[in-house]
Each structure stands twice: as C-alpha cells, then as structure tokens.
C-alpha cells in the first residue's frame, strides 16, 4: 500500500519516548518516525505529521488531537491511547472506551486507514503486573471497536519479544531503541507496507544473579517508581509544557 498523508497520535509511546536522537523534534525518534521514514521513501508527496504527547490520557488526547487530525486530511492515522488512564485507580473501563469508540469512528469515517493497539500484557513486570486483569478487560474492548471501525489492530498483548528487558528503556515503561524499532516493524506489516528496517536480533537474554536483580529493583524504584509516584501526588505531568513535535504534516529522512 502506499500512503500520502501520515498523522500519528497519542501519548509517550508514539511520541517515542526511549528512542533519544538530539536531531529530532523534541530530542526523540520512535516507532512512528520510523514508519514515517519508510513510507517516505521514493515518495516525494508523503507528508507525516505526529501531535503525540507523553503523559496524555484518553481523554486529552481524544479532545486536544482527533480534530486537529481530521483537518489535516491523513490517509493513515495511527493512535494509542489508554495506557496511562489504565494506571489511574478509580477508572471506568466502559467509559473510556466508550469515548474510544466515537473517536476511532469518526476517523475511520474519513476513509483513512486507521491503525490502533492493545495494550502490552504486563503479567511479567513486577509491580505493573498487578493490573494484568485490568488491561486483559481494556483489550477486549478495544479489539470490538477496532472490529466495529475497520480498523487494523496491532495487538501488542501478544508480543512475546517484549517479554525481555532489553526491549524496554531504563524506567520499564517505554520502550527501548530496540523496541521502538521492532514495533515499526510490526505496524509496517500490518499495513501491508514493505520496508528495509533490520530486525531486532538481541541473543539469549542475561541471567541476573538475585542480588543483581534486587539492585536493578532498587534503582529503578528510586530513580522512576519514586519520582512517578511524586508526579502522581502533585497532579504533575511528565507531558507539562511539551508541545507535538511535528504539528503539521512535512516529509521526514533517515
């Protein structure tokens, strides 16, 4: 398939928290720029845009970007959204995804190709794994709007690559290089787009000793739990005073 208009949205996770390049807006790549740059290429009309910010919940995202999108026309929308609401104690599945739903419709009523996610099955993670039956319940959800709309499910649930921590970045909630690599991957295939990215080839994992373990818990904790916990409290965001870093739709290189 070949697209003309790209427009990505969402929080973090497409903005590309984890994969750092000073060169680019907001000092990151990603798994969309990666898409972006293969679409692009031998395609000197492809324009791709991405109103992505981290911290966002479903409804900031579904109420700062589905119009903005809409005005500019894509032909392939990708969104991820929930993944922070799904953190929040007191939440309301079948509100949100209520409010998912209307959305993604209104997308795929363009005529767009709409790509949108499952979240990652967190049954491995310490700490994050209390919250498996809680995404177990969100992705089935999820997976009945992206039937009703038509629209392409990358299911993330069952990804079993991400199972290893090298696939993620230091605070075990964004993904690494190696992550964001391997998820444009899996959207380029399931879009049907061909695409020269290398696979992620990573080996055997290593077998941390119990002790090296317990120090990797314990920096991770002081040094992510903590201050995300801190954040929580005082009703800050890790998106505060961060703006999409590609607004408009402009053609985008290696």
Not at 51 to 62: C, H, S, Y
Not at 81 to 101: E, T
Not at 133 to 151: D, K, P
């Amino acid at each position: 398939m070949k697209f003309e208009r790209y427009v990505a949205l969402g929080d973090s996770f497409t903005e590309g928290v984890g994969d750092p390049d000073p060169s680019r807006p907001n000092g990151l790549r990603g798994w969309a720029d990666r898409v972006a740059e293969q679409l692009g290429r031998n395609n000197e009309a492809f324009g791709y845009a991405n109103l992505a910010v981290r911290g966002r919940l479903m409804g900031q995202i579904l109420d700062e970007q589905i119009e903005p999108a809409l005005e500019l026309a894509p032909d392939l929308v990708t969104i991820y959204a929930g993944g922070n609401d799904l953190m929040r104690p007191g939440l309301d599945l079948d509100a949100l995804v209520s409010r998912y739903d209307e959305a993604i419709g209104a997308l795929a009523a363009t005529g767009a190709t709409v790509v949108m996610w499952s979240a990652y099955d967190t049954g491995w993670a310490p700490v994050f794994r209390k919250l498996r039956g809680r995404v177990a319940t969100y992705n089935e959800l999820v997976r009945e709007v992206a039937e009703r709309h038509g629209a392409t499910l990358v299911d993330f649930w069952r990804f079993d690559e991400y199972c290893d921590y090298r696939m993620w970045d230091f605070d075990r909630l964004h993904m690494s290089p190696e992550g964001h690599r391997n998820m444009a991957i899996r959207v380029l295939e399931a879009i049907g787009v061909d695409h020269g990215i290398e696979p992620v080839e990573l080996g055997p994992a290593p077998v941390l000793e119990r002790q090296e373990q317990r120090r990797a818990d314990l920096a991770w904790a002081r040094d992510f739990l903590v201050p995300w916990v801190g954040r929580r409290l005082r009703h800050e965001s890790s998106g505060d005073g961060v703006t999409a870093k590609r607004p408009v739709p402009a053609p985008i290189t290696c």
